[in-house]
């Protein structure tokens, strides 16, 4: 069991190196927002693994804020949440396991490193069952001095019972350490044409199982557009 504001720490390897030669930053600039999404959906696999009957779901929240240019937006946060299985003892573990080749998809624990990469910091608030009770944990990841020096990139911040029993994970990227033109042109539509481009084999092979996935764009923090991908979106196999 992790303590609270405990640093992850891996004996054996050194992040700082990892981070600058093993696992440089990716080319694809969306590439943990990728990441993520892949995530949420082994989550709701792994529930549905548990109940049969579970309707996964996906909503992403895109927040920027306005400019003084009309219709022109600079990013702020992303957020994606979904239903699944939730951050357990097993799944909290392989996140913290570099080059994890238990995993059933292509993920080998690299995933973090590139949240690291791109962002300040990324917040991981998730609710689970264990042992037939429920517990929420959070924890955060970056490479900020302070989890430099303590040789880590994963800070748990704490795990407490929980009155919902509602699994799932809220997972949100804050402050791009570069200026990304890609990042404050994102929108709802952009980001959806940008996970059928990426994830149309998936799609097309899971079309009439897929989870819900909505993507909702916020200027402002309110509520500017919203954009969905369903069955009607995915092209039959050929």
Known sequence: M?????YIIRNGLFWPEIIRKDVPKSGTTLQPIFEAFTNSIEAIRDKQKID???????????????????ESYSFSSLSIIDNGIGFNEEQFERFNTFRDNRKNYKNLGSGRIQYVHFFDSTR?????????????????????HEFIK?????????????SSCITGTTITFNSLLENSKVY???TDKILKK???????????????????????????SELKDKSTISQSDIPNIE
């Open 2 to 6: 992790y303590q609270d504001n405990q």
């Open 52 to 70: 049969t009957n579970h309707k996964g779901e996906i909503i992403i929240k895109i927040f920027a804020s306005e400019t003084t240019i009309p």
């Open 124 to 144: 991981i608030e998730s609710i689970f069952e264990q042992g037939g009770e429920f517990f929420e944990r959070e924890f955060i990841v970056s490479k900020k």
């Open 150 to 162: 303590h040789n880590a990139l994963v800070k748990h911040i704490s795990c407490k019972k929980s």
């Open 184 to 186: 404050d042109e994102l």
């Open 194 to 220: 940008k996970l059928l481009e990426k994830y149309i084999h998936y799609f097309c092979y899971n079309k009439t199982k897929l989870p819900e996935i909505k993507i909702e764009f916020y200027v402002q």
